[in-house]
């Protein structure tokens, strides 16, 4: 069982939590990646809530946000996600569909979804991997399906070989 209870919903940019619309909006500034409201193709928001835990588990792992919010938003070339935690704060990130890989799956002891991102972020010279945690709802299932047929249309996946032979 997780410690933390989760929900995804499917939402438009201008029904994200205030706290997470305004960062995400200076980040596309700062990227010149346009008017978020308007690039915006699909967007989704999971909440997160900490289950009670003892003090020992608090102290082996940490004191985890007991409340938080994830909003993930999809562009024509952009992936963009901006967390927020009630002690950690807000942090906006990205990436462009074309340096990124993408894989989607459900977790086995969750059961929630998962977005595991890889690639360059924000530019960066750095390779870098991580999971979205979204919640069990069909609305994340979904997002995560239009993501991968996102980033498979401008980064087609390799043919492969198989006994001399491309095959599909």
């Known amino acids: 069982m997780s410690q933390f209870m989760r929900a995804t919903r499917d939402c ?11 960062p995400i909006r200076d980040y596309f500034q700062a990227h010149q990646l346009g008017d978020a409201e308007a690039v915006t193709r699909l967007c989704c928001e999971t909440t997160s809530k900490k289950h009670a835990s003892s003090k020992l588990t608090d102290l082996l792992e940490g004191e985890p946000d007991a409340a938080s919010q994830l909003a993930i938003l999809l562009t024509e070339d952009w992936l963009v996600w901006a967390f927020h935690g009630d002690r950690t704060g807000t942090v906006v990130s990205g990436a462009r569909l074309t340096v990124i890989k993408v894989q989607a799956f459900t977790a086995r002891r969750t059961k929630y979804m998962q977005l595991q991102v890889s690639g360059f972020m924000n530019d960066s010279k750095e390779y870098i991997r991580g999971n979205l945690e979204l919640g069990p709802e069909l609305a994340a299932q979904k997002f995560c399906e239009e993501v991968l047929q996102a980033v498979n249309k401008v980064k087609p996946p390799p043919r492969k070989k198989l006994f001399g032979v491309i095959s599909d």
């Open 12 to 22: 438009s940019f201008s029904e994200l939590n205030p706290g997470l619309s305004g």
